[in-house]
């Protein structure tokens, strides 16, 4: 019955997505004048270091320094975020697990003063939740967790997370969801499997049921297919059971802009901006401003991030989105779950007259 369940799920998604590539041609402008305007989700990277060693991840050929966000320029990335509308905010690194850093929960709680700031998510691989607080965590005003893990059997999770705290991951997870539960379930905790062993192998596995048993089948998200990071990771990271996501031209055809730099920016730990949250895990290849001398206003309405925009499908277009397979059609927007974002969209003065035909 799960299984049915995520078929089902699928077949609802692609559906969804079917329907947003019809209705994007008529909306398309109007949308992207209001989209220019200001983010409606940030991205805030306050630490690029990671303690586990995915075969999919970036990380594990990362160059650039590693560090932790200063809280005045985290203050500062929000009270920008703020001054322009706000909207959702996600606390999931480039390349990295936010639990790393130290002062997360108190992170969170500063966000989640702040009025304009909806959604506040993050992935973890819930390694370091007991450092922090498990208690702290499901009460810190975080409203979504997603819990990124391979599998729950030892030798699956040291093969593709290369890491051996298995049991601690596997304590603090069963402890997340007994603590959620206990407070009446503020959390949005979901499962992102991200294994090469077939669905029905792991759900075999003693631990994942108990985990699901808790969780529901539901809040569980399976992939097998993974994104190149703009070129950097190759079918030989992989192992046998995962390969990388196809340059698919039916299910995300390439008819205009990527979504990624019309939705929101990344600022990454030291201060740069990127115009993509998905791909430039060096924080080089696609930044367009630094906080440090700008404010995110400024960066957003700049001319960098104006001419990243407008190289899609030129021969400026930077050699990362040409490699990238992670590449997603603007008219995702009009897909269920950027619900809020449409709804901030169209709250705005400056686009609210532009977006009434594409806000149902």
């Not at 305007?37 to 990380?59: D, G, H, K, M, S």
């Not at 991200?194 to 809040?219: F, N, T, Y």
């Amino acid at each position: 019955m799960s299984v049915v369940r995520l078929i089902l799920s699928k077949i609802a998604a692609e559906l969804d997505n079917v329907s947003a590539h019809v209705r994007i041609p008529f909306v398309a402008k109007s949308l992207t004048q209001a989209m220019v305007v200001r983010p409606v989700r940030l991205q805030i990277e306050t630490t690029n270091v990671c303690n586990a060693n995915c075969v999919f991840c970036w990380y594990q050929y990362q160059e650039r320094p590693t560090g932790v966000m200063a809280q005045t320029l985290y203050d500062k990335a929000l009270a920008d975020f703020a001054l322009i509308g706000g909207g959702s905010l996600d606390l999931t690194p480039s390349a990295g697990d936010p639990l790393v850093d130290p002062g997360i929960i108190g992170r969170i709680r500063a966000a989640r003063r702040i009025p304009a700031i909806g959604d506040l998510s993050l992935y973890t691989n819930m390694i370091l939740a007991d450092r922090r607080g498990i208690a702290d965590l499901v009460r810190s005003g975080l409203t979504r967790l997603t819990v990124s893990v391979p599998g729950f059997d030892e030798e699956t999770y040291q093969r593709v997370y290369r890491s051996p705290h298995y049991r601690r991951m596997l304590a603090n997870v069963l402890a997340l969801l007994e603590e959620n539960r206990g407070a009446g379930n503020p959390l949005d905790i979901r499962l992102g499997l991200r294994s090469d062993r077939p669905l029905a192998e792991l759900v075999a596995c003693p631990d994942m049921q108990r985990v699901i048993e808790m969780l529901g089948w539901h809040k569980v998200e399976v992939i097998y297919r993974f994104k190149n990071w703009g070129g950097r990771i190759t079918g030989t990271d992989l192992l046998p059971g995962m390969r990388l996501k196809s340059h698919s031209r039916w299910r995300h055809p390439r008819l205009g802009p990527c979504i990624q730099p019309y939705v929101g920016a990344m600022v990454f730990w030291d201060g740069a901006v990127g115009a993509c949250s998905c791909v430039d895990g060096d924080a080089r290849a696609l930044i367009v401003g630094n906080l440090h001398q700008n404010s995110l206003k400024e960066i957003w309405q700049g001319d960098p991030l104006r001419d990243f925009r407008a190289s899609f499908g030129r021969e400026s277009e930077p050699q990362t989105c040409r490699s990238c397979n992670d590449y997603t059609n603007l008219s995702q927007i009009l897909r269920r779950h950027f619900r809020a974002e449409r709804e901030r969209l169209m709250a705005a003065p400056t686009s609210a007259g532009q977006c009434r035909n594409w806000q149902k």
